[in-house]
């Protein structure tokens, strides 16, 4: 079975971050739902075996805003996931 790990509204705490991927060390994906969509970036580098994808949420600005969408979609074991911060 293929896990996920998914967070959102992180708000500028990587280390919390850091510290919520590092004890899920068993998923292969993580995924940010947004509101600092630039701690999942910082954060992820740490952890370059793993996957990862990002939105950005309402209180998420600055350059990241022309390099990610608000949603996305994937498709794992047959099934097709749509994920997004929920605010649009």
Do not use: P, W
Not at 12 to 34: A, F, P
């Amino acid at each position: 079975m293929f896990k996920i790990l998914v967070v959102s509204d992180s708000h500028g705490n990587s280390e919390l971050l850091r510290d919520i991927v590092t004890q899920n060390s068993g998923c292969e994906l993580v995924i940010h739902l947004g509101d600092n969509a630039a701690d999942a970036n910082e954060v992820m580098r740490d952890f370059q075996t793993k996957a990862s994808l990002s939105v950005l949420g309402n209180c998420d600005m600055g350059y990241f805003l022309d390099k990610v969408n608000y949603d996305g979609t994937f498709s794992v074991e047959e099934r097709r996931i749509f994920y997004t911060h929920g605010h649009k």
